[in-house]
């Protein structure tokens, strides 16, 4: 009875539109009351009609009513909240859109907790009761509450389907077995259910074990990422320590410079105003004498004038202008110039050891390798501008076209003195390192060594020729056909004859690729070493007049 009684409070105070707990509750004039917004919201959707009414009772008001909170009924409504009677027990539970409603109640539907396979009907607590009391049901097949128990229906007999036929994989019942499926491979949906139960028990064990590794996975790269971020931070903090230890020390040269230049501006100024003031006493000397000697001069009396001549002092040595040497404009600008070669020197390291430290934090890298590019469209992804450094070109070779091409010409080509020019073989480098992955194409006339190399290589001798030191690797062709140089051993390549070689670099990995390149691209050879310095692309062409290599601009 004070079951039955919470609930008749519960439908008593409940919204007959969300059938929900009054909110707000407002009463109409016929008596019956809602939420102020699911009354307003109903009321809104008549408002095109002109004319609103009760959703319980459709007595019509015009014009719309202006609606009060009821007071009284609120409180009524919040003292249920708070003594949880609107907490209806859960046999009692009213389905909703997304629950499975009992089939067997009346009137407003409560929830289902249970579906049976063989009713192929859905339950509430009091109705499932006779599943549990009688024992016609006890061979009844209980299951969680289902929306689907009508697929269990044949659509052409209207017979629970019972029978799984393997021959066609889908479930049927006794008729369709002794019609369209008489002969096939039949066994009880039981049987099939539990066959694959099994396979899927395998599945899910599969299936586990790859999250197990995938979550081990997970946490070595979560460490990995926690490593990472604490040398990334180290070394950077390290990295800024050292770097402003350098720029410290250049400052304190650039200040003893200034000082010096300074206290040496001292001195010689010094030494040059002591030097003016002993002129400037000797111009007042020479001018009182000059002054005297007029005055003599004007001397009217021989008597006095020769009485006086004989008196005249003898002049004092004095700084003739001749012996003061001026150098105009080249005090300290030998200093300018030795700065300036100090500042070139410094670039100098610094490039070289900017290429070390880049190289360097290229080859941080946790994950593998791309696999190398299986068309040229691919190798083009990673194409780089390759431009030639006069400094180490031979002095036979003329470069041209935006330095990308060099050609043997039969004249000195008079360049300027450089410790990196290669001075015996008609070799030259690009100005550019290689490292990571690049690609570049090199069009060829006549004999030419497409070539890579490590910039402190060998500039004379025989062994500054590419491919005869263990420094650098290069591809000849000669006599239509090909050979790989490598620290002065040759192996011979067959492959289609081609103006053109592409080269694909993966300076990390240690791939070094040749490719003869035409309507499609061939692998001529391919080199895996360890690259331990960045490299240079580089041709070595042969002495004949106009034989030239061309860096393709791509």
Known sequence: MEQNAAVIDKETFCCSICLDLLKDPVTTSCGHSYCCDCIKIHWNEEDRRGMHSCPQCRKTFKPRPVLAKNTILAALVEQLRTTRLQAAPADLCYAGPEDVACDSCSGRKLKAIKSCLVCLASYCKKHLQPHYDSAAFKKHKLVEPSKNLQENICSRHDEVMKIFCRTDQKCICSLCLMDEHRGHNTVSTAAERAVRQRNLKVKRERIQQGIQD????????????????????????????????????????????????????????????????????????????????????????????????TSLSALSESTHSSSIKIRPLSYFEDVTAAVSELRDKLQDILRDAWTNISLTITEVNV???????????????????????????????????????????????????????????????????????????????????????????SRAGDESIFGCNEKSWALDFYQNKYVFWHNNISTSISGPVSSRVGVYLDHRAGILSFYSVSETMTLLHRVQTTFTQPLHAGVCIGFNTGDSALFCKL
Request: net charge neutral.
């Open 367 to 457: 994950l593998l390798s791309e696999p190398e590019p299986k068309s040229r469209a691919g190798f083009l992804k990673y194409s780089c501008e390759i431009t030639l450094d006069p400094n180490t070109a031979n002095n036979y070779l003329l470069l041209s076209e935006g330095k990308k091409k060099a050609t043997v010409m039969d004249q000195n080509q008079t360049y300027s003195s450089h410790p990196d020019r290669f001075s015996e073989y008609a070799q030259v480098l690009s100005r550019e390192s290689l490292t990571g992955r690049c690609y570049w194409e090199v069009e060829r006339r006549g004999r030419v060594y497409v070539a890579v190399t490590y910039n402190n290589s």
């Open 214 to 309: 995938r979550e081990k996975d997970v946490k070595l790269l979560q460490q990995e990422l926690e490593a990472i971020k604490h040398s990334a931070d180290k070394t950077v903090e390290d990295s800024e320590k050292i770097f402003t230890q350098l720029i410290r020390l250049i400052q304190k040269r650039s200040s003893d410079v200034k000082q010096q230049i300074r206290s040496k501006q001292e001195t010689e100024g010094s030494r040059v105003k002591k030097l003016q003031e002993k002129l400037e006493q000797e111009i007042t000397e020479l001018k009182r004498k000059d002054a005297e000697l007029k005055q003599l001069s004007d001397t009217e009396d021989h008597n006095q004038f020769l009485h006086n001549y």
